[in-house]
């Protein structure tokens, strides 16, 4: 066998390319093929290296017994960002890991995947009317009309969804939310920080200061690193108080921006999951 640097040289990384690896162990040389090489290896640094990795990779119809050891273990061997379940029509994105992982009132220290539909799982309004007076919580989308979504979630990931501790907004005055309180939570609307990264459209009268203690304050990382995935000609609701009649919303040509309450829109929530 010629020495390694015999070799040609090669100026770029054939798709087919195959890197040889030695062993110290048994003394044996293996092969392996560059994508897999490229996948295993940041990964193999950090476990939360994998959070930054973008891979656009079926995992198949249903969560499998080994998946939710890897998470729950926390090394998430064999995921990434933009890994997808196909169940039953409806494609589930890994939107990010360990999201939440040590936050709220009560810590949530459960490592997690959070997955994100990639699409509407429905419509629906806010409220009746046009208000959003209750804040987020008196909505009519949190007490009954998400149910629907809600059903084909848990229809799709039973006893693999985690509960976790959310703050949610309660009241609103002058068309600002004005209270909130700590909630278990699994199936939500997504935040602006969660889309966008920021809040757009945060209302600020200058006499009292919002009532904006979300955990939610990171942008998903599935949207960072593919923003087509949070732009997907889809107008949905956010949980975001924007004044006294509309809460926030990703409008389907791809812009910030809201809604009025009684108006209809999609219902793509955020949960998360593990064992």
Same mark, same amino acid.
């Given at each position: 066998?010629?020495?390694?640097?015999?070799?040609?040289?090669?100026?770029?990384?054939?798709?087919?390319?195959?890197?040889?690896?030695?062993?110290?162990?048994?003394?044996?040389?293996?092969?392996?093929?560059?994508?897999?090489?490229?996948?295993?290896?940041?990964?193999?640094l950090n476990a939360m290296n994998r959070?930054?990795?973008?891979?656009?990779?079926?995992?198949?119809?249903?969560?499998?017994?080994?998946?939710?050891?890897?998470?729950?273990?926390?090394?998430?061997?064999?995921?990434?960002?933009?890994?997808?379940?196909?169940?039953?029509?409806?494609?589930?994105?890994?939107?990010?890991?360990?999201?939440? =992982?040590?936050?709220?009132?009560?810590?949530?220290?459960? =490592? =997690?995947?959070?997955?994100?539909?990639?699409?509407?799982?429905?419509?629906?309004?806010?409220?009746?009317?046009?208000?959003?007076?209750?804040?987020?919580?008196?909505?009519?989308?949190?007490?009954?009309?998400?149910?629907?979504?809600?059903?084909?979630?848990?229809?799709?990931?039973?006893?693999?969804?985690?509960? =976790?501790?959310?703050?949610?907004?309660?009241?609103?005055?002058?068309?600002?939310?004005?209270?909130?309180?700590?909630?278990?939570?699994?199936?939500?609307?997504?935040?602006?920080?969660?889309c966008y990264g920021y809040q757009p459209?945060?209302?600020?009268?200058?006499?009292?200061?919002?009532?904006?203690?979300?955990?939610?304050?990171?942008?998903?990382?599935?949207?960072?690193?593919?923003?087509?995935?949070?732009?997907?000609?889809?107008?949905?609701?956010?949980?975001?108080?924007?004044?006294?009649?509309?809460?926030?919303?990703?409008?389907?040509?791809?812009?910030?921006?809201?809604?009025?309450?009684?108006?209809?829109?999609?219902?793509?929530?955020?949960?998360?999951?593990?064992?």
């Open positions: 066998m010629s020495k390694i640097t015999a070799y040609d040289a090669a100026d770029s990384f054939p798709s087919d390319g195959v890197f040889l690896i030695a062993s110290a162990t048994n003394a044996k040389t293996y092969k392996m093929t560059l994508a897999t090489a490229a996948e295993l290896f940041p990964a193999s959070r930054n990795l973008y891979q656009e990779k079926s995992l198949g119809s249903s969560v499998t017994s080994t998946q939710l050891s890897n998470i729950s273990g926390g090394t998430f061997s064999g995921l990434f960002v933009g890994n997808y379940w196909q169940i039953n029509s409806v494609y589930y994105d890994v939107a990010d890991m360990d999201y939440w =992982h040590n936050e709220g009132d009560t810590a949530f220290t459960k =490592h =997690h995947l959070v997955i994100v539909p990639r699409s509407s799982l429905g419509s629906a309004q806010m409220n009746s009317s046009n208000t959003t007076e209750g804040g987020y919580v008196g909505s009519e989308m949190y007490t009954t009309n998400m149910d629907t979504a809600k059903a084909t979630i848990e229809a799709a990931f039973g006893d693999a969804l985690l509960t =976790h501790r959310e703050y949610l907004t309660t009241a609103v005055s002058s068309g600002v939310a004005s209270a909130g309180a700590w909630y278990d939570s699994c199936i939500e609307l997504m935040n602006q920080c969660m459209f945060t209302p600020a009268c200058g006499a009292s200061v919002p009532n904006q203690y979300t955990i939610d304050k990171q942008q998903l990382t599935l949207f960072m690193l593919n923003p087509k995935r949070l732009n997907v000609r889809v107008s949905f609701w956010l949980r975001d108080i924007v004044s006294a009649a509309n809460f926030a919303f990703v409008y389907g040509y791809g812009n910030c921006f809201y809604n009025y309450a009684s108006n209809s829109g999609a219902v793509r929530p955020a949960f998360p999951i593990g064992a």
